[in-house]
């Protein structure tokens, strides 16, 4: 079964510590595409996100955000002093390089990374929770793309529908069009009161049966829609081989096109390049 590469998933576990919340966002690209926004007490999660990542999705552009809001009822500030106090003596510094330096903000202390001290937690434990969130989340995802993905499958398939239609008319179509062409030849010579060569007209009807015949195109296209159909079928990605599969069919049309000779072999061609276009957007979308 094919996969969307769009979806998104969110979810959030509450705890004595706090909230952890992840965002995941998913649309399509041509690779794998992870980014991830994480705050810098979890910098140390990212190789194992990306790992996971690897593991359960093989393209599309992903953005993963993690949030983590400290639960501070009745627990009072902690400040780093030693801390604060080498800031404030490397702020001084540069200041004394500075003519007329601005005042210093203690606001400013405060908010750089470090100053203010969370209470004594075990990180390693807090991490295991996120990852474990974030696995939860990273299911929840992969879901939403399969739902999506059979949903595209749907789609494509009723334009397939179609397109067996059309193959099915425009084979059917061929004999009456090339006897209408060959009426209308007799009917040319007899306004003009010419003679006609019998063997030569056979010739000539012939010659344009030949330039005419799209039974090869025809078997093609049939070949190729059940091609795609066992690819929506299959597992593990299936994107490119379906959007290769696209030209194929398109390169078909272009040829039917090219060889039509009445207008209802135009039009066919015409119906099957347009569904075939709905498709292929479609396709754009599928891991």
């Excluded at 552009?61 to 993690?66: A, V, Y």
């Excluded at 702020?91 to 400013?108: K, V």
Aim: a negative charge; glycine letters at 4%; charged letters at 30%.
């Amino acid at each position: 079964m094919v996969h969307s590469m769009t979806a998104f998933a969110r979810v959030e576990k509450a705890g004595a510590r706090g909230t952890l919340s992840w965002e995941l966002r998913s649309v399509n690209s041509r690779y794998l595409e992870p980014h991830l926004r994480l705050p810098e007490s979890f910098r140390d999660l990212e190789g194992a996100v990306r790992e996971a990542l690897r593991q359960g999705i093989s393209r599309g552009k992903l953005e993963c955000t993690l949030r983590f809001t400290e639960e501070t009822t009745g627990k009072p500030l902690q400040v780093d002093r030693e801390r604060a106090a080498q800031l404030v003596a490397a702020a001084e510094t540069i200041a004394s390089l500075i003519q007329q330096p601005a005042a210093l903000n203690p606001l400013e202390v405060l908010a750089w990374p470090g100053v203010l001290v969370a209470d004594a937690t075990d990180p390693q434990a807090l991490n295991a929770e996120a990852l474990a969130l974030f696995n939860q989340g990273l299911k929840e995802l992969k879901a939403g793309r399969e739902r999506e993905g059979a949903e595209l499958a749907r789609l494509i398939n009723e334009r397939l529908t179609s397109i067996e239609e059309d193959v099915v008319t425009l084979r059917e179509l061929v004999p009456q069009m090339l006897a209408t062409q060959r009426q209308k030849v007799l009917d040319r010579f007899a306004d003009m009161k010419a003679e006609l060569d019998p063997v030569r007209l056979e010739q000539e009807m012939v010659l344009l049966a030949q330039k005419s015949d799209v039974a090869e195109e025809l078997d093609r296209l049939s070949t190729h829609i059940v091609e795609v159909r066992r690819v929506l079928k299959s597992a593990g990605a299936a994107g490119r081989r379906l959007d290769f599969l696209m030209q194929e069919l398109n390169r078909e049309a272009n040829t039917l096109g090219s060889k039509a000779f009445d207008p209802r072999s135009t039009q066919a061609a015409v119906n099957l390049k347009v569904l075939i276009e709905q498709m292929r957007e479609q396709v754009q979308n599928i891991e």
